[in-house]
């Protein structure tokens, strides 16, 4: 019943950022950030508590992607710097009831959003 709807992709150089967005349209606890590139299975990218104070990334993002939140606002934002081809994928947010990387957790996604780094 939690509805999720993400923004912000886009067709970016490498070195660029962007900033995705994802509107939720209920309650929502924890929140992730996977992404699946073609032929590739879905993979665990950043999360976030409810609270907003603790946050998990995945190796190949660390020091370049930053998860936040807004409970007002009740969305999650995936600010992703220095860009690189290897980003390329569809970008999907989701929610779980407690903070991991484990995709089976996470209950709830949206539609996804493209990502296109070129070289």
């Known amino acids: 019943q939690v509805r999720l709807v993400e923004s912000g992709g886009g067709l970016v150089q490498t070195g660029d950022s962007l900033r995705l967005s994802c509107t939720a349209s209920g309650l929502t606890y924890a929140m992730g950030w996977f992404r699946q590139a073609p032929g590739k299975e879905r993979e665990f990218v950043a999360a976030?508590?409810?609270?907003?104070?603790?946050?998990i990334y995945a190796d190949s993002v660390k020091g370049r992607f930053t998860i936040a939140r807004s409970n007002i606002k009740n969305t999650v934002y995936l600010q992703m710097n220095s860009l690189k081809p290897g980003d390329t994928a569809i970008y999907y947010c989701?929610?779980?009831?407690?903070?991991?990387?484990?995709?089976?957790?996470?209950?709830?996604w949206g539609q996804g959003t493209q990502v296109t780094v070129s070289s």
């Open positions: 989701a929610t779980a009831p407690r903070l991991g990387n484990i995709l089976n957790e996470y209950t709830n």
């Open positions: 976030i508590n409810w609270s907003g104070d603790s946050t």
